[in-house]
């Protein structure tokens, strides 16, 4: 998969190289392109933002310096391919960012993220290229960042770790919260004891049947308890 990001700010996605991503990007499965917005502004200053039309708080990024950036990477063509880059505009306004989105993203071929920063993007950068091709507003949840750049961060972990090769034992991908619509199950290790704490007795006993049981009811109640709205609603 290629990736590639346009912020004022690369440094923040200097962590890439780090860890299981980095290793990916090593070994090319994962192809990365940090781009600073403001190489392609044309005033002395290089300015990104201006005061907002209409008036109200705070500063909106300009059109111009996107459109350059973004051309820069998704080539002038007035019409993109159907199955050419997805272009997401991380924003507190978009679709909530899930497993299942994660899982969705990770068949892309090719990921072009722009954070906006301030109050956010002059609409009209989002207008034209949902006119040029697939572009999607993607939140992490219901919080305000003052940024896309770590929302960004999480989107890219949660995405790159579902590319085959990435993570080294895919069945590890597979017992995870979320994956079945359900939290994960308690694990342990060794030591059996510590600080007065017994590990489950049932996953020291060799019955794989009953650890397979006491795992799944795990996950039931402990969604019960934590998030009763992943669970189907029950008739009542
Ligand atoms: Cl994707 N961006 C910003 N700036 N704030 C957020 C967000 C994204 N998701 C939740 N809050």
């Not at 290089?46 to 996107?66: C, L, N, Q």
């Not at 489950?200 to 109640?221: C, D, F, K, M």
């Amino acid at each position: 998969m290629r990736i590639d990001i346009v912020t004022i700010f690369p440094e923040f996605f200097d962590v890439l190289d780090l860890s299981l991503l980095g290793k990916a990007r090593q070994s090319g499965l994962i192809e990365l392109g940090v781009h600073n917005l403001r190489d392609h502004t044309h005033d002395r200053h290089h300015s990104v933002d201006d005061t907002p039309y209409g008036g109200g708080a705070g500063m909106v990024m300009k059109p111009e310096p996107w459109g350059d950036a973004l051309d820069a990477i998704l080539g002038t063509d007035p019409a993109l391919v159907d199955d050419g880059p997805l272009v997401i505009f991380p924003s507190p306004a978009g679709d909530q960012f899930t497993q299942r989105m994660a899982r969705e993203l990770s068949l892309e071929q090719h990921l072009v993220f722009g954070c906006g920063r301030y109050e956010g993007i002059d609409q009209r950068v989002v207008d034209h290229y949902s006119q040029r091709g697939r572009v999607r507003l993607v939140s992490l949840g219901d919080y305000v960042l003052n940024g896309g750049e770590v929302a960004v961060m999480a989107m890219i972990e949660a995405i790159g770790r579902l590319i085959p090769g990435v993570v080294g034992n895919p069945e590890s991908l597979v017992e995870e919260s979320h994956e079945d619509g359900l939290l994960e199950y308690p694990s342990y290790t060794k030591p059996a004891s510590w600080r007065g704490l017994d590990v489950p007795p049932v996953l020291r006993s060799g019955n794989h049947g009953a650890i397979s049981t006491w795992r799944h009811q795990q996950q039931i109640e402990r969604t019960e308890r934590v998030r009763p709205d992943l669970l189907p609603r029950t008739l009542s």
